[in-house]
């Protein structure tokens, strides 16, 4: 079982910018593609961007494209999301996870206008 775990969200003012952090534990981290997701008040939970196990290849949301970066640092066992030009619609609570395995607690991303 891979464990995940969250961090760096925060409340920011639109146009910041913030670096999500996802931790794992258990299995063999670079052998698992991540991926973030989100999940804004009353909306269904959406794709943001996702990583290879190598971290050579990297896709992304349409709603991102443009402003966030995923990466990961396999020695350190963590995918990052850096996140510019932050819009008040970034709004969610943002988890990572390792397709059908594990999902992660979610860290909250606020962004006022």
């Known amino acids: 079982q891979v464990q995940l775990v969250e961090s760096g969200g925060g409340l920011v003012q639109a146009g910041a910018s913030l670096r999500l952090s996802c931790v794992a534990s258990?299995?063999?981290?670079?052998?698992?593609?991540m991926r973030w997701y989100r999940q804004a008040p009353g909306k269904e939970r959406e794709f943001v961007a996702g990583?290879?196990?190598?971290?050579?290849?990297?896709y992304y949301g349409n709603t991102v494209k443009d402003r966030f970066t995923i990466s990961r640092d396999n020695a350190k066992n963590t995918v990052y999301l850096q996140m510019n030009s932050l819009k008040p619609e970034d709004t969610a609570i943002y988890y990572c996870?390792?397709?059908?395995?594990?999902w992660g607690q979610g860290t909250q991303v606020t962004v006022s206008s």
């Open positions: 996870r390792v397709p059908d395995v594990s």
């Open positions: 258990g299995g063999t981290f670079s052998r698992y593609i």
């Open positions: 990583i290879s196990g190598s971290g050579g290849s990297t």
